[in-house]
């Protein structure tokens, strides 16, 4: 809630006012948050392989103190160069401490019901979105950045630390459990979720020979820059349509509540299904939706639409963190997740940059988010190529069953 609710969507929130307070063109604080994604997205496959060996706790807690510390100091800053150099080390502790460190934690605990649990721990997202943006908006228009970001910065530290500290535990050998509490698959065929393939271990090098995870990279890379150009300047495209901040900012908690209500009802169901063709659905859907915002000028459509765009944002990231767990396994997930959100992330944060731009260019968002509603039908048809692999037994499963040292 705190980590990703401040990192990712307080990144909404602090565009317009960094804009307005320093006379900076759109492009120069869209960059910063493109500069953001990309250096979470190198961070992440950094620690990725010293995850898989040792656990993500301690860098969990070093990220957090740097990403509460930076999201403080985002008011001080007066020149560009701060403002690069403040979002670097904010990035740094995000990508510590969250994505490839929450769902690694996830895929070791669960495996059959890998999709019902991340859909119930990532709920935490959305309701950062739910609750922080508008508070942290309220925050800026009382007392600018430099009284929302220590406020938003104090939540950061005093609430994910004791969690980290307190109540994660990284992997279920630790307490002499199995993933599922022992439970084996039910879904006949299911090969992705046998030990041979959970318990494979995978190198960078053939990680990266392989269709699927090129597919996987590919997909996620045309929609999350997409979908990220999109939320990360709706605040300031609705603001335009409302003329108000408040308007603005309360569509985009309708997004980040869409995202919980529908990340919870597809995690009920989504164990069953062949991820390639639910994620295929939900891209077709939110490239549909964004289309129908931008052509529509209408209330009551537009915040319908925004609300069928969260249904999808949640369940996207999702699946591809579920098609890595499936493709490439629990013993290599932090691994192949952080080298592939290398370039995920990357593209991330190309998406605010090149919507900033061709806004400023264009004139309007009316270019820039019809550009991202095709990047995003083109990940549907690409997304299909994520295959699992048939998998090979090299390890035995019973090293699952033996307590950590």
Known sequence: ??????????????????????????????????????????????????????????????????????????????????????YTVLAVGFGM?????????????????????????????????????????????RGGLTLAGPVLGAFVLLLALPVVALVLVWDPVQMGLRPDGGAESRRPGAHSLDDATQLRRWT???????????AILVAFSLVLMAQTGFVIHQISFLTERFDSANAAAAALSTTALGSIIARLVVGHFADAWDKRLLA?????????????????????????????????????????????????????????????GVVTQTASGIGPLAVGWLEDASGGYTVPFLVTAAMTYAAAVTVLLARSPVPRIEEPAEIRTRPAR
């Open 1 to 86: 809630m705190v980590t990703v609710g401040v990192g990712y969507y307080g990144l909404a929130v602090f565009l317009g006012p960094l804009r307005e307070a320093n006379g900076w063109s759109n492009a120069v604080v869209s960059g910063a948050t493109g500069l953001y994604f990309s250096v979470a997205g190198v961070t992440g496959a950094i620690i990725g392989a010293h995850v898989d060996r040792h656990g993500p706790l301690r860098l969990q807690v070093v990220g957090i103190v740097l990403l509460a510390g930076s999201v403080s100091l985002v008011g001080y800053v007066n020149a560009p160069w701060q403002l690069y150099v403040l």
């Open 204 to 214: 960078r090098r053939e990680a990266a020979a392989t269709v699927p995870f090129w």
């Open 280 to 340: 295929m659905w939900l891209l077709i859907i939110q490239a549909t939706a964004v289309t129908t915002v931008v052509l529509v000028d209408h209330r009551i459509v537009t915040y319908a639409m925004v609300l069928v765009v969260g249904f999808t944002i949640g369940n996207i990231y999702m699946m591809q963190t579920l098609l890595v767990g499936e493709v490439f396994g629990m013993l290599s997930f932090a691994t192949v997740l952080g080298l592939v």
């Open 97 to 141: 401490s969250s994505n490839v460190a929450v769902n690694a934690i996830i895929s070791r605990w669960f495996v059959v019901r890998r999709a019902k649990a991340m859909s119930i721990a990532t709920t935490g997202v959305s309701v950062g979105g739910v609750l922080l943006v508008p508070f942290g908006t309220a925050l800026v228009e």
